[in-house]
């Protein structure tokens, strides 16, 4: 089975810090990872993705992602927050033997200035 | 660019009404699904869809039917509603298989059930 944990629902940020969002993941097989960001009222939109190429992934607006399996972790990173990066985050898992995504239950990004 | 579209974007039904969401997509993709997302629960599968004719059940299918007549079109009915259907139905489609490719979603529609 397979399942995806964040941790920390709430995370809150000066602006100008570290960004650091936790995503820990549990799959039988080599997994796909994602994390995708939902702004108000809108859909997700994808963040980054990790397909087994490069451990380090880099998403739009400079957020890093880095794929560890013996830590089974895809923690998303940015060096510097913006206002604009207040919004909720989800990670997520698929399996290469699978049609399915599972989503994480989200962390609320508060930026404050 | 339309993408994913969802209508209606917001709907106020009474507990034993039956109503369908719409989904369409102009991407081709052969993969769609609807998610329900209810406060701290993240994202839940109802149904998904690898091609026309094809669907199957997600995590949490029951009270809801899925059809796929046409790869644009993948419409989500509610028979006999209940309030613990009330949430936030998104649609999304993807264009991998195997879960390789991202998804794409709709701006999602907000439904209530009194």
């Known amino acids: 089975a397979q399942s995806v944990t964040q941790l920390g629902s709430h995370v809150s940020v000066s602006e100008g810090a570290l960004v650091l969002l936790r995503c820990n993941y549990s799959?039988?097989?080599?997994?796909?990872l994602f994390w995708y960001v939902q702004y108000p009222n809108q859909g997700l939109q994808l963040l980054l993705k990790?397909?087994?190429?490069?451990?380090l992934v880099k998403g739009i607006n400079d957020f890093e992602a880095e794929f560890k399996k013996s830590e089974t972790s895809f923690h998303l990173t940015k060096p510097s927050a913006h206002m604009s990066d207040a919004a909720e985050y989800f990670c997520?898992?698929?399996?290469?033997?699978?049609?399915?995504?599972?989503f994480g239950t989200g962390t609320s990004l508060t930026v404050i200035p | 660019n339309a993408g994913v579209t969802q209508t209606p974007k917001f709907r106020i039904l009474k507990i034993g009404q039956s109503m369908t969401l719409q989904c369409a997509q102009d991407?081709?993709?052969?993969?769609m699904y609807w998610y329900r997302q209810d406060p701290g629960m993240g994202l839940k599968l109802i149904y998904y869809?690898?091609?026309?004719?094809?669907?199957d059940k997600g995590e949490v299918p029951n009270g809801y039917n899925v059809s796929r007549s046409t790869t644009e079109d993948f419409p989500l009915r509610l028979e006999l509603a209940a309030p613990s259907q009330t949430s936030v139905y998104f649609c999304?489609?993807?264009?991998?298989?195997?879960?390789?490719?991202?998804?794409?979603f709709g701006e999602g529609s907000r439904l209530t059930v009194l």
């Open positions: 999304a489609s993807s264009y991998l298989a195997g879960g390789a490719g991202e998804l794409f």
């Open positions: 799959s039988s097989v080599p997994p796909y």
């Open positions: 990790y397909t087994s190429a490069a451990t």
């Open positions: 997520a898992v698929s399996v290469r033997t699978g049609n399915q995504f599972y």
């Open positions: 991407m081709n993709h052969n993969y």
């Open positions: 869809s690898v091609g026309a004719g094809i669907t």
